[in-house]
């Protein structure tokens, strides 16, 4: 979306898609099926898919000559200089410069360790039978035993708001050997709506992991618990990194924080997408923020412009 904003602005774009291992580890990589957005329904994988349609489109149209693609590479480093020009090395050692930047390197969930590796929950999250976004995938567990794995009073609300919603067969929660942080009031809720705890850590993902299907988790005691439908809700990495090496300022929990066309601390650096704080982690909300920013910078560009254009024409 920041890219097609700014194209149709008029304004001349770099764009960094990431290398593969940077979309590897993208929350992107991870969308399927998307069912909480109209017209949206027919992609088997509801962002890759649109995203390219709108890059071949961009390619098609009068405004191709705005853009330049930098296939498979991502920004390495990035500096500012005292002219507030930005400098971006890509992973392939070659700089670039920009008078703007926005930046949405995402964030990534985190994942369950089971007996010490994240891989038995992937072919379960690949096919979305392992979920991680309640606003994206919340309404799958309607009519099925439900897991939430986690141990804040984040992961309790998670499974309470589940419940409230979807009233589903069964629900519980999994500690997986991590202390309880829920408070007594959370947990009176938790008790009301009989969410059983289990503390023991999870030793196996028990179903078919060829078709994803989920059939429950056996626990280190031995104890087997059935369900069909699983949210993990441990946390997010914060893809900052580049935000970091221009000192930005960033909240408690690493998200980069801006006013509401996306400006940062740093002048000419634009944040959009899962990355900026205090944003609903979503598509849409990711479109929003990258609009306002190609926008924000799209004014500044044409002040500039109006002001030199302004200077010639007061000399005529
Ligand atoms: C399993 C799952 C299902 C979801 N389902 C839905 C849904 O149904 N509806 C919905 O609205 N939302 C859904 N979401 C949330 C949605 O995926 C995010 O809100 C959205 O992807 C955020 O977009 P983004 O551009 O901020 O980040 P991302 O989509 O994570 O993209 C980050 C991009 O940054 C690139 N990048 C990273 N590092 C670099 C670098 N150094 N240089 C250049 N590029 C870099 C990556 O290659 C990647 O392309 C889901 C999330 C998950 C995990």
């Keep these: 979306m920041a890219v097609l904003r700014a194209v149709l602005n008029n304004d001349s774009c770099l764009f960094f898609p990431g290398s593969a291992k940077d979309r590897k580890r993208s929350r992107a990589m991870w969308v399927r099926k998307i069912e909480n957005m109209p017209a949206h329904f027919s992609y088997e994988r509801g962002i890759d898919q649109p995203n390219n349609e709108t890059l ?7 405004f191709a000559d705005n853009l330049q693609y930098m296939k498979n590479t991502g920004v390495e480093s990035i500096k500012r200089d005292a002219e507030g020009i930005f400098h971006l090395t890509d992973h392939k050692d070659n700089v670039h410069q920009a008078r703007h930047v926005i930046f949405c390197t995402g964030v990534m969930d985190v994942q369950p360790l089971i007996g010490g590796d994240i891989a038995p929950i992937f072919p379960y999250a690949n096919l979305q039978t392992v979920d991680y976004c309640l606003r994206c995938d919340g309404h799958h567990i309607k009519d099925k035993a439900t897991a939430v794995i986690g141990h804040t009073k984040g992961a309790a609300w998670v499974a309470i708001m589940l419940y409230e919603r979807y009233r589903p067969q069964a629900m519980y929660i999994l500690l997986h050997g991590q202390p309880s942080q829920f408070d007594p009031e959370t947990q009176e809720l938790l008790d009301m709506y009989g969410i059983k705890v289990h503390s ?23 104890t087997g618990l059935h369900a069909e439908m699983a949210f993990v809700s441990l946390g997010m990495l914060v893809y900052n990194d580049l935000a970091k090496q221009l000192d930005v300022k960033l ?8 006013d509401a066309q996306g400006l940062t601390s740093v002048p000419g650096f634009y944040v959009a997408g899962d990355v900026m704080a205090g944003t609903k982690k979503q598509i849409y909300t990711a479109w929003d923020t990258a609009v306002n920013a190609a926008d924000a910078i799209n004014m500044k560009i044409r002040s500039a412009r109006r002001a030199e254009d302004l200077k010639q024409f007061r000399k005529i």
């Excluded at 071949?56 to 009068?62: D, G, L, T, Y």
């Excluded at 023991?200 to 280190?220: C, N, Y």
């Excluded at 909240?251 to 801006?258: I, M, Q, S, W, Y």
């Design 251 to 258: 909240d408690e929990r690493g998200f980069v924080v801006a």
């Design 56 to 62: 071949e489109w961009i390619a098609q149209s009068k």
């Design 200 to 222: 023991q850590e999870v030793a196996k993902v028990l179903g078919d992991p060829k078709k994803g299907m989920l059939t429950g988790f056996r626990l280190a005691d031995g």
